[in-house]
């Protein structure tokens, strides 16, 4: 299935038939205004499709692949993700609050001013994505990789970071608690240490 239509419709049929969607692939689609929330979608693929003010809430996505898309206005609260593969994607400003991912890979994504705040993450790598400005307060993260990921300016508050390689990320400006204890156990590269003292309001002396 290539056309707009033939997505709105297979969504329609999702909710006659079951609230299921599976084993199909979507090409360059346009989806606008769709109703996705509190579906289930297993083994599909979406290619180069540009969705807008879509609801997505309370959604379950299963081995799904999105490569090139681009998610504009559109809300993901609540939603699951197990197992998907997230490459090339832009979704500035996405609401996945108190969202779920497991043994999901996001690569080369553009995820600035999203919020994640209460998400968990079981397993998961996020590589060369760019989460400037993003809300990840109060997450759970376990056995997930970060490379070469930008968060500039993201807000980390009472996110535990124990145990995470960080050093290959940009940690510029990001917002901790007073007393940094979110990065306790972390590892990072003497630069982003420099990082941590001026929040800490620490003056390093060359």
Request: with cysteine.
């Amino acid at each position: 299935m290539t056309a707009a239509v033939s997505l709105r419709q297979a969504l329609e049929d999702a909710r006659q038939g079951g609230e299921v969607l599976e084993l199909l692939s979507f090409d360059h689609a346009d989806a606008e205004s769709l109703d996705f929330s509190d579906l289930t979608f297993r083994q599909l693929s979406f290619q180069a499709c540009h969705f807008t003010g879509c609801d997505l809430g309370g959604a379950a996505f299963y081995d799904c692949a999105f490569s090139g898309c681009q998610f504009t206005s559109c809300r993901f609260p609540v939603s699951y993700w197990k197992a998907c593969r997230l490459t090339g994607c832009k979704a500035d400003g996405g609401d996945f609050r108190r969202g779920r991912f497991k043994d999901c890979t996001f690569q080369a994504c553009v995820l600035r001013y999203a919020n994640f705040a209460n998400t968990v993450w079981e397993r998961c790598t996020l590589s060369s994505c760019n989460l400037t400005e993003s809300s990840l307060s109060e997450c759970r993260l376990s056995k997930t990789i970060l490379q070469s990921v930008d968060l500039t300016g993201a807000e980390l508050f009472r996110t535990p970071l124990k145990g995470m390689d960080l050093s290959s990320c940009t940690l510029d400006r990001v917002s901790l608690s007073e007393t940094c204890a979110e990065l306790r156990g972390a590892k990072l590269h003497a630069g982003q240490a420099a990082v941590v003292a001026r929040i800490l309001g620490i003056e390093i002396v060359p």
